[in-house]
Nanobody, 125 residues
């Protein structure tokens, strides 16, 4: 069983920064791809970023490239999402997810079989 707990959300002005963290439990963390998704009110949950188990491969949705950075620490079983130059359209509940995938499949929700409860990020204009 893998449990995921997000933290670090909050209210920030446009142009500001936040760092989200996801703490995991379970022995299989280091073998799984870790992803971040977000869901804004009235919208579908969408992919934001993912990182393979080795940390060598990362994936980002086009709208966050150059602003967000995903990283992981396999010694601490944590994954982080550094978010800079935040925009009001980044406002959403952000979810951490764990699964097995590579390449384009990591952009879909289907490969991720463990999810956190989410943390709210609100960016004011």
């Amino acid at each position: 069983q893998v449990q995921l707990v997000e933290s670090g959300g909050g209210l920030v002005q446009a142009g500001g920064s936040l760092r989200l963290s996801c703490a995991t439990s379970g022995r299989t963390f280091t073998s799984r791809t870790m992803g971040w998704f977000r869901q804004a009110p009235g919208k579908e949950r969408e992919f934001v970023a993912a990182i393979r188990w080795s940390g060598g491969d990362t994936y980002y949705v086009e709208s966050v490239k150059g602003r967000f950075t995903i990283s992981r620490d396999n010694t601490k079983n944590t994954v982080s999402l550094e978010m800079n130059s935040l925009k009001p359209e980044d406002t959403a509940v952000y979810y951490c997810a764990a699964g097995y995938c590579s390449g384009y499949r990591c952009y879909d929700r289907e490969p991720y079989n463990y999810w956190g409860q989410g943390t709210q990020v609100t960016v004011s204009s």
